[in-house]
């Protein structure tokens, strides 16, 4: 997604460590008029993959995929990342490791609302090493669903686990995959 | 909002300790197709408050936020209830103790969001006591914005947090007000 690249580079910063912050536009503060661009082209790539319900996690997931969601008329669920008392029954959880907060978290999922049967898109802001589209792969599958795409808005190709992956069959569609990013710039990879 | 009093009684479900769980459609699970109609009305309510930017705190407010901002094309920032790789710089920060946690979160927001001057209308999907709310116009106030209006999705109106905060000269509009809750039913104020 060419927009999406051209609003990286005019508004991301490289952060010491291998962050890219992208704090102006997608967490933090949210260009909502962008994110419905955002939430069309996820619907544009995966509208033949017949998918019932898009999956996240909390909490910067949220937006991309309630974008996509309206755009695809397709409800949300997010995994949460610690029970609270609106966490009703039985849950699926996973373990999942988060670079960003450098912790462990269980994410969860109310039995309720993964039934047996689903076709489930997973959605996320970013894909780098995977853990968390990981989780939530478990957890769909663990509930009996079929994943049948993930997107992420920005991947680390260099992380590689987007590649990894695709390497096991998942349909990993990223709207900007990033292959290389230091002080002398970007470079996106040919999609 | 008639349509969201319906949605409650059909699709809530009232649990042992007075919670209100409404997982089915805004927490944990979204209804995107509904979630516009939330944003429309928002939009509908706040047309002439001014407001340049919206602030909730992740993560069930920002859903709500996201659609009211897509409806208004306003930017939408989240607080933060953790410091993150992700958050630059010097930060407004508030203690906020959370019901549905049983927990005290610092919020936090990164000063670059929130120049001086901006009007700010606050977004959440409950307001109960007013903790987040009243978090969030600290650090909306201590950035020298003017908070132009407060809405939540679902208040709880027993709970006191929104007359609270319209005794102190806020614009709190919340499209559902609940003024009683038991066994025996839910009790909605006439708006």
Redesign the interface.
Known sequence: MKALEDKILAEG?L?P?G?L?V??FL???????F??EIGAEIARLFEDSGATKILTV???G??VA??A??AM??????A?K?R?????GDVYTSLVYSF??DRENHIM??K??LPAGEKILIVDDFLAHGSALNGLIAIAEDADCEVVGCCAAIEKGFQMGGDNLRARGYRVESLAIIDQMDETGIVFRLQ
Chains 1, 2 share one sequence.
Do not use: C, W
């Not at 008329?73 to 997010?78: A, C, G, M, Q």
């Not at 609270?84 to 009703?88: E, V």
């Open positions: 910063m952060l460590g962050v912050n704090g102006r967490n933090q503060q949210i260009d909502t008029v994110l419905k909390e909490a910067s949220i937006a309630v974008a969601g309206m008329d397709l409800p949300v669920i997010f949460k610690s609270t008392a609106n966490i009703d960003t907060h999922v109310s309720t609302y």
